[in-house]
């Protein structure tokens, strides 16, 4: 089934000339000592936008935690996700390179088994690892539901020790897996996660094992439903809207209280602690989720793609804001450099590099562009300039400075038509590229294996089959299991979409 443009390479030249365009991070071959490697804790929000957040001067929200962290820490005024949708980014995080590369082209794709993620290169370094909240690299769309502990794409398979974790969103009183248990919570899912994670670091502190935690929120993300005294404050936006906010207000004090343990604990200087968001704000939200730029989620301009982004590191950063350009394909490689991890733990080419020189000290340019695919559309961001389409066959080209112009109302092509040249060909090379890693050309293989099954909606996926009738009543998963039909209908289509996955594993 045709499922993205897949104009490979054929020339050897081509290839390399594409490949040199790609950073390359060096290491040393050391592998740090324990006491030399800080514990590691991602923290991602799901449809937060860049412009959601107190220190940013939002007019009615306020996140105290959020600031007190970005005040401590290096604050990046502009950091970016892997893609515009929220899967996609959570494969560049777990591999350091664009999503497609790893064969999850939208949301609810399943991240390739042939991949090298951070968790499995960390593990291998001695770190113990967890995930909590969110996963959506499974394969299922729907309403988050509790993974499977024998589901082939769940986290344990690609390298988390602990997880309770949903398959995408979930709001209040989630139920959740703990390695394929399923255990129904009471509260606010933030809230929820984080002491989850909290419990993970206080089980293996004294053990002197570095630690590796994952907290993936499930939050502003629709369905929006907010605890009544967390949306007080806004009561005159519409009830969306309040509800919207009123869940970033949870997840401000829920990172409030990582923050705290980890003080608590006598972990928080030597812990690396990295807060973002899987892409931009959403639209219908009052007041503006992204802070005046252009486009939302979905879209290739910085509203879709620049999200909030700070890297808390006491121990070893010194408190700051940076307008150099990052984005969550670096966070691997960062890492790596940091702990001193070989370089086979990396599926190659990688679209991120190392963030560590910047962590100590403020530098000019990025030394190699960042490239963004989704659907049809293409970006390529080279420190100030920004290319950009939305349809690659025969689509317009756009250029704009960020430098000058961070709310795109300027296009330049007709005025800087060499810019536009240059940045061109080094796009087209780069996405050369990405069809060669998404036909598989990066595995010892040379091919993707198993073939990539098709996304489809958990409750048409036969292992949930005998859940849905008790299932049916619970608040996140009423109008889903509803639209998909009477129990016999949604039977006959759990066992065709089964075979269809089936086939492809």
């Given at each position: 089934?045709?499922?993205?443009?897949?104009?490979?390479?054929?020339?050897?030249?081509?290839?390399?000339?594409?490949?040199?365009?790609?950073?390359?991070?060096?290491?040393?071959?050391?592998?740090?000592?324990?006491?030399?490697?800080?514990?590691?804790?991602?923290?991602?929000?799901?449809?937060?936008?860049?412009?959601?957040?107190?220190?940013?001067?939002?007019?009615?929200?306020?996140?105290?935690?959020?600031?007190?962290?970005?005040?401590?820490?290096?604050?990046?005024?502009?950091?970016?996700?892997?893609?515009?949708?929220?899967?996609?980014?959570?494969?560049?995080?777990?591999?350091?390179?664009?999503?497609?590369?790893?064969?999850?082209?939208?949301?609810?794709?399943?991240?390739?088994?042939?991949e090298k993620t951070i968790a499995q290169a960390l593990k291998g370094a001695g770190y113990v690892t967890g995930h909590f909240g969110k996963w959506h690299l499974n394969g299922h769309r729907g309403p988050g539901a509790p993974i499977f502990a024998d589901d082939p794409r769940s986290p344990g398979n690609f390298g988390f020790d602990h997880w309770v974790s949903v398959s995408n969103f979930y709001d209040m009183n989630p139920l959740m897996s703990r390695a394929g248990k399923f255990e129904e919570f009471q509260g606010d899912s933030s809230e929820i996660a984080v002491a989850e994670a909290v419990k993970f670091l206080e089980q293996h502190r004294a053990s002197g094992q570095p630690m590796f935690a994952v907290i993936w929120y499930g939050s502003p993300h629709s369905p929006f439903k907010s605890l009544d005294s967390d949306k007080l404050a806004f009561s005159q936006l519409n009830d969306a809207s309040a509800n919207h906010y009123g869940e970033?207000?949870?997840?401000?004090?829920?990172?409030?209280?990582?923050?705290?343990?980890?003080?608590?604990?006598?972990?928080?200087?030597?812990?690396?602690?990295?807060?973002?968001?899987?892409?931009?704000?959403?639209?219908?939200?009052?007041?503006?989720?992204?802070?005046?730029?252009?486009?939302?989620?979905?879209?290739?301009?910085?509203?879709?793609?620049?999200?909030?982004?700070?890297?808390?590191?006491p121990a070893s950063i010194k408190p700051r804001v940076t307008n150099y350009p990052a984005c969550v394909m670096d966070l691997f490689p960062t890492v790596a450099d940091?702990?001193?991890?070989?370089?086979?733990?990396?599926?190659?080419?990688i679209d991120g590099l190392s963030l560590k020189p910047l962590l100590a000290k403020e530098l000019d340019e990025r030394r190699a562009p960042m490239g963004f695919r989704y659907q049809a559309k293409r970006a390529l961001i080279d420190n100030r300039y920004k290319l950009l389409t939305n349809n690659l066959d025969g689509g317009k080209f756009e250029?704009?400075?960020?430098?000058?112009?961070?709310?795109?109302?300027?296009?330049?092509?007709?005025?800087?038509?060499?810019?536009?040249?240059?940045?061109?060909?080094?796009?087209?090379?780069?996405?050369?590229?990405?069809?060669?890693?998404?036909?598989?050309?990066?595995?010892?293989?040379?091919?993707?294996?198993?073939?990539?099954?098709?996304?489809?909606?958990?409750?048409?996926?036969?292992?949930?089959?005998?859940?849905?009738n008790q299932w049916k009543q619970r608040w996140e998963f009423q109008g889903y299991l509803n639209r998909a039909g009477a129990p016999a209908k949604r039977a006959n289509k759990s066992r065709r979409a089964n075979q269809s996955f089936n086939s492809q594993q």
């Open positions: 089934m045709h499922r993205t443009d897949t104009r490979f390479a054929r020339s050897g030249l081509l290839m390399l000339m594409t490949l040199s365009l790609l950073p390359m991070v060096a290491f040393d071959g050391r592998i740090a000592s324990a006491a030399d490697r800080p514990h590691i804790i991602f923290v991602m929000a799901d449809d937060m936008g860049w412009g959601q957040t107190g220190y940013r001067n939002h007019p009615v929200l306020k996140t105290p935690n959020l600031d007190a962290m970005a005040a401590n820490g290096l604050r990046f005024e502009r950091f970016y996700a892997g893609g515009p949708v929220c899967s996609p980014t959570r494969a560049s995080v777990m591999t350091g390179r664009s999503h497609e590369r790893a064969g999850v082209l939208s949301h609810g794709y399943g991240l390739r088994l042939q970033l207000v949870a997840m401000d004090r829920s990172l409030g209280t990582l923050r705290k343990s980890l003080r608590e604990m006598g972990l928080a200087d030597n812990t690396l602690l990295v807060f973002c968001s899987d892409n931009g704000g959403l639209p219908n939200i009052t007041p503006d989720t992204v802070g005046g730029l252009r486009g939302n989620k979905g879209s290739v301009f910085e509203g879709g793609l620049r999200v909030p982004g700070i890297i808390e590191w940091i702990v001193g991890l070989p370089d086979s733990v990396m599926i190659r080419p250029l704009y400075d960020l430098s000058v112009d961070a709310k795109e109302e300027h296009e330049l092509s007709a005025q800087q038509p060499e810019v536009v040249a240059k940045m061109k060909q080094q796009l087209l090379q780069w996405n050369t590229s990405m069809d060669a890693s998404f036909a598989g050309k990066d595995y010892p293989e040379g091919k993707v294996t198993p073939a990539d099954p098709e996304p489809i909606n958990w409750y048409d996926a036969a292992p949930y089959e005998p859940l849905l």
